[in-house]
């Protein structure tokens, strides 16, 4: 009787530590859900023999990447839009100054999740990559890097949805573009300042520079990769 009372209880342990395990475990799952770690990496094709119109005879490089995870209300850049003041200086010059002050306001009002800074290119072709980490209450990705020299033009991805009713996205590859954000009126890379007043629209840019028989040149590719 002793031997079994000793086995029984031996098997209550087990069994309440399995279910203790098990609810630790679900625990885990669910706060692991909540949030989400990812790596971006920009591969930028860019180069004479894949874009030679007007090709900079310098060669051509990156700014510094700048974004931000983030809900549906606000938007970094949208095809039609108008860019905003910090748009405009990252696609002019790579200056990003004013655009993280935007993204202090935005963060003041919670809309603003991770802010997401990498180094440039200094010679293209070659890769820009960073980590980062996002919440449910900030599921989009937006980041933008200036096509340098050039007189507005830049490359990047808006509001790309990193969560949804299945879950986190382990992995997304998008096309990169070249965008024309409608602030300068220059028409090559190294075309003077000529402000455009008032401001156009944010367009694909469709010149012969990124423009060939077939049609868009694409840029490069972004990768957007769950971390386990």
Avoid at 73 to 89: H, P
Avoid at 90 to 116: P, T, Y
Wanted: with cysteine; net charge neutral; charged share 20%.
């Amino acid at each position: 009787m002793i031997e079994s009372n000793r086995r029984a209880s031996l098997f209550g342990f087990v069994l309440l530590s399995a279910i203790l395990v098990t609810i630790c475990g679900i625990g885990s799952v669910m706060a692991d859900s909540k949030q989400a770690s990812y790596k971006v990496v920009l591969n930028i094709d860019w180069s004479a023999s894949l874009a030679p119109f007007e090709y900079p005879e310098g060669g051509g490089h990156m700014s510094s990447l700048i974004g931000l995870t983030h809900g549906d209300r606000i938007s970094l850049f949208a095809d039609g839009a108008t860019a905003s003041s910090g748009l405009k200086l990252v696609a002019e010059n790579g200056r990003s100054g004013i655009l993280k002050a935007q993204f202090d306001e935005w963060r003041r009002k919670d809309r603003v999740g991770a802010v997401i800074e990498a180094n440039g290119i200094k010679s293209v072709p070659g890769k820009i990559s960073t980590t980062f980490k996002t919440t449910l209450e900030h599921p989009l990705l937006s980041v933008i890097t200036m096509v340098a020299p050039s007189p507005d033009w830049f490359t990047g991805v808006s509001a790309v949805r990193l969560h949804s009713d299945d879950g986190w996205a382990d992995i997304i590859e998008l096309p990169l573009w070249v965008w024309d954000a409608g602030t300068d009126s220059g028409t090559s890379f190294i075309a003077k300042n000529a402000e455009t007043q008032p401001h156009e629209s944010i367009r694909l840019l469709a010149t012969k520079h990124f423009l060939n028989g077939d049609g868009l040149i694409k840029f490069g590719s972004i990768t957007i990769e769950r971390q386990r």
